[in-house]
């Protein structure tokens, strides 16, 4: 792969293999660093939504119609953070985006026309986006955004199993415990609408999940796509867990925000006693991985933070602080390249593991990745300003 980079990239890339650190600043400085790239990856598209990623090897991948979903919320946040009104108008091209990538049936194409003129919908991207979708509603009221996500609940109702899971229009028509953070998604409507429906079909969802997890906190159904290790990663395990706290938080649940605590437990502990969170996990917490995945650590950085505002629970805190320091030396901000500048990579280092060629999205920065690092830092931004 190194033969095929450009002489820019072939830099980075020695610099990456070095697995040297880069400086750390206050966490806003790192935010807005992030904020830029992010910026960039939506002009780079064209359309309205986030680039994908930008890899070494293929350059800049086309938007990515999930992930820009969510990323909506982190532009939101940091539009009322920083007073940056660009960010609520990029924001807002983000969510027309979406419009126009939704089908008459509700759902949303996983692919953009430019890549594959026939797109079925995925049950779990049509969730990211109801989540950025009730978001903007929230922030303009204008009525077209929420028309667009109930239109997107409505589809994921009718073609619910009676068990609760997702089969039709999910991954490889299986069930996934991930699908937690689509059950969110339908709570957010019903935050809106007040309709039973989506609340029914929500808490489904979540009991089927609940019965996935073993006595240690593990999921079972946490797989991806056959082209990634059955060993979950920490982001597809994140994704579960997330599902069950920010449920639990808008419910007022507790049973679900244990589910959480229970879930991020022996991540936590893995980290405080090797300074470093292992990229994947095995149904007994344990792992080989040699890489990180970045994004992963973002996720459960801020479950741990959110955790702590529940809890008042110290250990949690001091975790997350550690962590979201070490996700910032992972950062270049003093490079030239702006492509990368700010970016956030799949895997530390940027290669995974090289003899086992295992990783999570090697030798690439991701949009999602940048987005969960944001929404972090300025979680804990938060929490540090209401303890001053």
């Not at 991948?61 to 990323?71: D, L």
């Not at 019903?190 to 429906?197: D, I, P, Q, W």
Request: with cysteine.
């Amino acid at each position: 792969m190194l033969g095929l980079l450009s002489f820019p990239s072939l830099l980075v890339s020695i610099k990456d293999l070095l697995n040297l650190k880069n400086p750390i600043y206050k966490n806003e400085v790192h935010i807005k660093a992030a904020l830029e790239w992010l910026k960039y990856a939506q002009d780079v598209s064209g359309d309205g939504g986030v680039a994908s990623w930008y890899s070494f090897d293929s350059s800049w991948g086309p938007s990515y119609i999930e992930t820009s979903g969510y990323i909506i919320n982190t532009f939101l946040d940091c539009y009322k953070y920083f007073n940056d009104k660009e960010l609520k108008v990029r924001a807002i091209k983000i969510a027309d985006f979406l419009l126009s990538m939704q089908l008459p049936n509700g759902g949303f194409r996983s692919e953009t026309p430019k890549q594959k003129k026939k797109s079925k919908p995925v049950i779990f991207d049509t969730g990211q986006d109801i989540i950025g979708l009730t978001d903007i509603y929230k922030a303009t009221k204008n009525q077209k955004y929420l028309k667009s996500a109930v239109s997107a609940a409505d589809f994921l109702c009718s073609v619910q199993n009676k068990d609760g899971s997702w089969t039709k229009y999910a991954y490889r028509g299986l069930p996934h415990s991930y699908e937690t953070r689509t059950a969110w998604s339908l709570l957010k409507v019903y935050e809106l609408t007040k309709k039973n429906n989506y609340l029914n079909h929500a808490l489904k969802n979540l009991e089927w999940a609940e019965k996935n997890m073993l006595k240690n906190g593990w999921f079972k159904k946490s797989f991806l796509l056959p082209q990634n290790p059955k060993i979950p990663y920490t982001h597809a395990i994140s994704y579960i867990v997330e599902g069950f706290l920010w449920s639990g938080l808008i419910l007022d649940n507790e049973k679900y925000i244990k589910i959480a605590e229970k879930a991020v437990t022996p991540m936590l502990l893995f980290f405080n006693k090797h300074n470093f969170l292992s990229g994947a996990f095995d149904q007994n917490w344990k792992s080989v991985a040699t890489y990180t995945c970045l994004t992963g650590d973002a996720q459960i950085s801020l479950m741990w933070l959110k955790l702590f505002t529940i809890t008042r629970d110290n250990q949690y805190l001091m975790s997350a602080k550690k962590m979201n320091t070490f996700l910032k030396s992972t950062q270049d901000l003093k490079t030239k390249n702006k492509n990368i500048k700010g970016a956030i990579k799949g895997s530390y280092p940027v290669y995974g593991d090289l003899i086992t060629r295992t990783g999570y999205c090697r030798m690439a920065y991701i949009n999602w990745g940048a987005k969960f690092f944001i929404d972090t830092l300025l979680e804990e931004i938060i929490i540090d300003q209401k303890h001053d």
